[in-house]
């Protein structure tokens, strides 16, 4: 393949050629996914492959004689899959933009050209096609003679290897001033472009500039969540599960120790969860204020809650949880939120738990 011909715009694209760039571009892309993983990177060799599928559905859309900017749109594709594979979106997302990337280049490829072009050389035909030289080859004719036939024919064997050898590098020399003279024709014609289009190449490289800055700063943040979301699980991590003991009463109501907070906990009715008695605000249901032995003593619950599954859990103050516990173990009801329990059995309840047994 010339490899000056990718990045021509004078010459011509057959479909296939186009289709064939086309689908190499994707697969560099998705190999680079593969090999640097998901980063930035992606983005810059998407830029960096753009050209040369930009040129081609360029020179696709001469060979068709459509408006040249139609080959700006198998561009935003590219991007956009660009973007998906660097930043770990949903891989349907991918793989229906690149089912957009396919059916955009299928209809550019099928599209019939237009005008007479004689010859395609690998899909391309245009001033970049290097033409071979051809080779006169000089022929022996035999002769009559015997020996004098004989040195002839050594004569033009010899001669004619001579003569080889000189077309050989005659050919030589012909071809590299050929490929010199297809670069230099190709700069030309890149040196020509820019001339005429600075404005463009001004903005495409400030848009791909700030593309790839864009890209590093989102790289960056990503990293930067990820980093914290690690610190968090390693404080998580390293701080105690919280582990209820619990100690089931007889009478319907559990009492339970979390980290030295009593709570006591009984199923109510259905109702939507939510706070029932705040001692921070004193605000909510006045029957949940206070927990009421049968002797008198009171206690103040901290917070009152109906939790989703239809139970109620007071929680107390760490201060009060040796005495509401000692209560509890000796006393013979209580009362709070409007409900009674009978403290029948409790002492053994709390006993038959370690975790209990030092209040006692």
Known sequence: MQYQSLFCFSGRD???????ISASVYLVLLLGC????????????????APVLGLS??????????????????????????ITLAYAASLVLSVVILLIAVLISLFFARLSPVGKVNFYHQGYAGPAVISASRVNRRRVEPSLYGDLAADNEYDAEESHAY???????????????????????AMRQWSYWAKENRKLLLAVATGLGVLVLIAGLLELLSTDEEVKSELVAEISAKVPAQVRQEAKIPDGFSVLLENDVLIIR???????????????????????AKLSFNDGSNYRPILVEHMPDTSIEAR???????????????????KLCGYDFSLKGSQSALSKNTAFRPYL
């Not at 139609?70 to 991007?79: E, Q, S, W």
């Open 57 to 82: 559905a360029y020179r696709r859309m001469r060979d068709v004689a459509r408006p040249s900017w139609h080959a700006g749109l198998v561009l935003i594709p590219l991007f956009l899959f660009s």
């Open 266 to 288: 009984w199923l109510g009715e259905k109702r939507p969860a939510g706070e029932l008695w705040s001692l921070a605000s004193a605000k909510g249901d006045t029957s949940c």
């Open 14 to 20: 057959n479909g296939v050629r186009f289709a064939v």
């Open 163 to 185: 003569e080889g050898v000189v077309e050989e590098k005659h050919h030589k020399r012909q071809t590299s001033s050929s490929s010199r003279l297809s670069g230099s024709m």
């Open 34 to 49: 593969m090999l640097f993983g998901q980063s930035a990177g992606l983005l810059v060799l998407g830029c960096l492959l």
């Open 316 to 334: 107390f103050s760490p201060l009060d949880t040796q005495g509401i516990i000692s209560d509890i173990a000796i006393r013979g009801s209580i």
